[in-house]
């Protein structure tokens, strides 16, 4: 069969897969399919079952609505999962082997949370907004949160989630109210012995540390509440050790850089101190890759060996994501059990096998499992493989180079399946500043090698994988060290002959819009320029965003009215005045993260000294639209930033510079 490039409408012709949960008895796995109707423009999910002694699957929901997070009745027999089959989302059952779903919550403002089952399958734990009716939006409405507005959440006083129990049993059970707090609450875990209830509180009212997520209990009996560790730091995730005497979370304490790495902590829950099991560990654990395509969150809970001697970690090494067990007692031990120049992400283990996700450059997310040491693995589907065998992939290289303060930098560089070196080249800036890029999916760049493009993808100081004094360089010296490793990454490129220097082009999403706004307003070498959702200014956005004085006291190093200078020389608003590189703002109109009017500075401060310059508005979008939105904004995204590039860098006048 002939192969053809890749092109902006692939995008909706993958199917992705989100998220997998082994059953209880490890012999099937239900997972989460997403795909995209072009004719309805709608994305839809299913879930899906696998047999995985046989690799016999079937789809198991209809996927006519959004199916997901599945999760096992601990005697294996039902699936409790979300679904907008009925607009908002609600908690449905289903027996395994036969029967149809049935709705046990019918909440005017739907469910917030997946379904936590009690030990005995009897109850379920979940969240939802406590309110009956939604605030009317056309009304007056005062804030008093320090963080009143969130990315993706929008007013929290609307979308605040309480803790409820639902008895699956009783006749006509209602749930039963188990906060009231005004916090973000979520991922509850029942105790081993059903007594009681760990989740995650967060969206504190009264601080801008307000993603700063606290691990709370709740007694069943007595509805009783105490936090704990209070005031430890940031806690990304926590789970109840099998024996239910200890609680394994990561997270990073108070009083480290930000960018620092995070680890596994095991903690008492009657008190003491929590001890870190991953002090040695150059890179911690639950460190990410930055996709360009839909892919669920890291699972809410810590897996753990059958013996309960390890938890399961997720490692980032470079531009690599490998599993890894920690030993809970005695010495400090991790052994990486699945490696490889990939991205490994497990879902759920069992009593045998490992479940987990695995992509690279040129491959969309597949399931597979292990043996628990990592052993006999088996990839369970290839749902992308129709379209892999009918389009031409990129090249992969590897790049190893100099900073300029001689420290290493890696990158990698996407060549075109057509056409020859050196070949016009795009700049992909990751965001965060604290994530990176490697060996994960990501569509743009699939899409601008299709269309004759060289992608280069740099991961800069500031990036995780690497070790703290990489992650945490560029503190208070934003658009130093970040855009000098950069501009490395380019020379190496045009140097080894893959890049022409006279055919430039740069992008980015969030900090990564940042830096090519940055590039732009010091730089005169590129051609083209898109930046997506950036930060363009210190001291407004120490006012407006969501992240807001937390954040930018912690990358520049104090307040604005106390180091103006930094915040200054750090903007790229400051030199925005000489930018003579055309342009293409993309933003989302609900992004809280980075706001529109730090595009609309930008976007001014072009227009006022004559540089050529356009923005793409996104509806509706939070911060991330363009990656896991609705199908509209994705695909405007595409065309955009494939059209801006055709026209500037290769000079192609008929081709739409934006949709």
């Not at 016009?424 to 490697?438: E, K, Q, R, V, Y």
Request: aromatic letters at 8%.
């Amino acid at each position: 069969m002939d192969k053809r490039l890749v092109e902006p409408a692939d995008l909706f012709r993958l199917k992705f897969i989100t998220e997998a949960e082994l059953s209880p008895d490890g012999e099937r796995a239900a997972y989460t399919v997403t795909h995209v109707d072009s004719e309805k423009d709608k994305e839809y999910s299913a879930i899906w079952m696998l047999t995985l002694a046989t690799g016999e699957m079937r789809q198991f929901t209809s996927g006519t609505a959004r199916d997901g997070s599945p999760r096992w009745s601990p005697d294996g027999k039902q699936i409790a999962f979300l679904s907008t089959r009925n607009e908002k989302p609600q908690l449905y059952v289903i027996p395994v082997d036969g029967g149809e779903a049935r709705a046990v919550t019918s909440l005017k403002q739907g469910v917030g949370s997946p379904a936590a089952w009690s030990p005995d399958g009897k109850q379920i734990a979940f969240t939802t907004v406590p309110t009956e009716e939604p605030r009317d939006p056309g009304k007056p409405y005062r804030v008093t949160r320090h963080v009143y507005r969130v990315d993706g959440v929008n007013y929290v006083d609307d979308a605040a989630q309480s803790l409820y129990v639902l008895d699956l049993e009783a006749k006509d059970a209602k749930p039963r109210r188990l906060t009231d707090d005004k916090l973000m609450n979520s991922n509850p875990q029942w105790s081993p012995d059903g007594k009681s209830i760990l989740f995650a509180a967060a969206l504190e009212p009264d601080t801008h540390k307000a993603f700063f997520g606290k691990m709370k209990l709740v007694d069943l009996e007595s509805g009783a509440l105490r936090t704990l560790a209070e005031d430890w730091g940031s806690i990304n995730s926590a789970s109840w050790h099998p024996d239910g005497k200890r609680i394994v979370f990561t997270g990073t304490p108070h009083g480290k850089a930000i960018g620092s790495k995070t680890d596994m902590w095991v903690l008492d829950p009657a008190g003491g101190d929590p001890v870190c099991r991953t002090a040695g560990l150059k890179v911690g654990v639950d460190g990410g890759l930055q996709p360009d395509m839909p892919l669920g969150s890291p699972p809410p809970k810590i897996r753990f060996t059958p013996d309960g001697e390890w938890a399961y970690g997720r490692v980032q090494t470079g531009g690599t994501i490998h599993i890894y067990k920690v030993a809970l007692d005695g010495e400090e031990t991790c052994v990486p059990l699945v490696t490889g120049e990939r991205a490994v992400l497990l879902q759920s283990a069992g009593a045998d096998k490992l479940l987990f996700l695995v992509s690279d450059l040129n491959h969309p997310i597949d399931l597979y499992s292990a043996n628990l040491d990592g052993t006999n693995e088996r990839q369970l589907t290839c749902i992308n493989d129709e379209w892999l065998n009918s389009v031409k992939l990129p090249q992969v290289e590897r790049l190893l180079f100099p900073g300029s303060d001689g420290v290493q930098v890696e990158g990698w560089i996407l060549l075109p399946p057509e056409g020859e070196a050196p070949y016009p080249t795009t700049l992909n800036i990751h965001g965060g500043p604290h994530s990176a890029f490697g060996h994960m999916f990501h569509f743009d760049s699939q899409m601008l090698c299709g269309a004759g493009y060289a992608v280069l993808m740099v991961n800069h100081r500031a990036s995780l994988g690497y070790g703290d004094e990489f992650s945490t360089a560029i503190k208070g010296d934003w658009g130093n060290l970040d855009y000098h490793d950069l501009m490395a990454g380019v020379d190496t490129a045009i140097a080894q002959g893959y890049a022409d220097p006279d055919r430039l082009g740069v992008f980015g999403i969030s900090g990564g819009g940042n830096l090519s706004c940055w590039i732009v307003a010091n730089n005169r070498r590129f051609k083209a320029a898109v930046p997506e959702n950036p930060v363009t200014n210190w001291v407004s956005m120490y006012g407006v965003s969501d992240i807001s004085a937390w954040f930018a006291v912690e990358e520049m190093g104090g307040h604005p009215y106390e180091i103006p200078e930094v915040y200054a020389r750090c903007s790229p608003i400051t030199n925005a005045h000489t930018c003579t590189t055309p342009t293409l703002l993309i933003q989302g109109e609900f992004d809280w993260r980075c706001p529109a009017e730090q595009s609309e500075q930008f976007y001014t401060m072009l227009k006022a000294h004559g540089c050529v310059v356009e923005m793409l508005r996104l509806p509706n979008s939070p911060h991330a639209g363009s990656i896991g939105g609705d199908p509209v904004i994705r695909r405007a995204q595409n065309e955009a930033l494939l059209g801006w590039m055709n026209r500037y860098v290769l000079g192609k006048v008929d081709t739409p510079a934006a949709s």
